[in-house]
């Protein structure tokens, strides 16, 4: 168990979300942002300058001998998510990697295996597992609420433009983004839909790029089939203009719940119409000043877990469900054919 000492952080990837990480490091008084890494010297600089971080580097050799970290943030493009995190469990460093945990089944396996080789933790940020109406959600349907969930689907609509996609090299392939609407944006969407239901049994599905010039999705659709016994669609888009809000549908034997991003807008039972802040979950305060509540969460769980020798939040093994349900869309999308999980 690591002593009183504060955990000591290295981010790699200073792109669009790393500062969600920077902040929330700031701003836990178990956490110290060491470093920053890019490949990009200014890039590195400029935010190692911004959050009053003490070095920044350019290749992770020289991160992996900064004796100071002890945990890397993996924000780099999705398809270098296993070579990484590889390189930095065999260095005897934890990884908090960001969604996807990597965009190929068997990486994601060498990802799990070396972490646990190594004896070192392995965590994947999905920020809407924190975000209290969802751990209310879970609650609720985990004690059988709702009775028999029959109907689960989620609609994940989103819009981006061509311009979007050729802002960087790595958007929109195979290679590094790994898939699009439900890879990159709707990934979200789909792991709180399997968690909530106990994961994901059977999946059919389309996907194709419909309007943008592509190699991945811009449009997809899934029937499936849940462990909880429930039918129900998956819907993704980066066509809908504008940009629809996410939205999650859960109609069971005894009552229905509703949720979209401002919150929970259905909960009414056969029983009565309940008041959703009956089951809230008692949670450590928020700083005032943070504005991605569920990375401020995972980056202090991954802390207290270094600190009290403890799994994550999402564990690595967790975290690949997500993925392994997308993977399975697209290999229905290819073959015709329903996949079983």
């Not at 100071?68 to 943030?73: C, G, L, Y």
């Not at 392995?122 to 751990?135: E, H, K, N, Q, S």
């Not at 028999?148 to 958007?171: M, P, T």
């Amino acid at each position: 168990m690591k002593s009183e000492m504060k955990v000591g952080f290295a981010i790699i990837g200073a792109g669009v979300v790393a500062p969600h990480h920077a902040v929330a490091i700031k701003a836990i008084p178990e956490a110290e942002l060491v470093s920053i890494v890019d490949v990009v010297p200014e890039k590195a600089s400029d935010m190692q300058s911004v959050y009053d971080c003490k070095r920044s580097y350019t290749t992770l050799d020289e991160c992996m001998a900064d004796e100071a970290v002890d945990v890397v943030i993996v924000c780099t493009p999705s398809g270098t998510h296993e070579q990484l995190t590889v390189e930095t469990a065999k260095s005897g460093k934890h990884v908090l990697c960001e969604k996807p945990l990597d965009i190929k089944a068997d990486k994601m396996e060498r990802m799990i295996q070396t972490c646990d080789e190594e004896g070192v933790k392995l965590g994947v940020v999905y920020p809407r597992r924190a975000m209290d109406t969802i751990l209310i959600a879970k609650t609720m349907l985990d004690n059988g609420v709702f009775g028999k969930v029959s109907i689960a689907s989620a609609y994940l609509k989103y819009y981006r433009s061509q311009e979007y996609y050729d802002s960087a090299g790595w958007r929109g392939t195979w290679a590094m983004d790994g898939g699009g609407a439900l890879m990159n944006q709707g990934i979200h969407g789909v792991d709180i839909m399997q968690w909530l239901n106990g994961g994901v049994r059977k999946v059919f599905g389309r996907a194709a790029a419909m309007e943008r010039h592509i190699e991945v999705e811009d449009t997809a659709v899934a029937v499936v089939e849940y462990h909880n016994g429930a039918f129900g669609v998956i819907e993704g888009s980066t066509l809908a203009y504008p940009g629809q809000m996410t939205k999650f549908e859960l109609n069971g034997t005894q009552g229905t719940l509703t949720l979209d991003d401002q919150g929970i807008q259905t909960c009414e039972t056969l029983a009565e119409k309940i008041n959703p802040s009956d089951w809230g979950i008692e949670q450590s305060e928020i700083p005032a000043n943070i504005s991605s509540i569920g990375h401020y969460r995972f980056v202090h769980d991954i802390a207290k877990a270094v600190l009290e020798d403890r799994d994550p939040l999402v564990t690595g093994k967790e975290g690949k469900k997500a993925v392994d349900v997308i993977l399975a869309i697209y290999e229905s999308a290819r073959s015709g054919k329903e996949i079983i999980l």
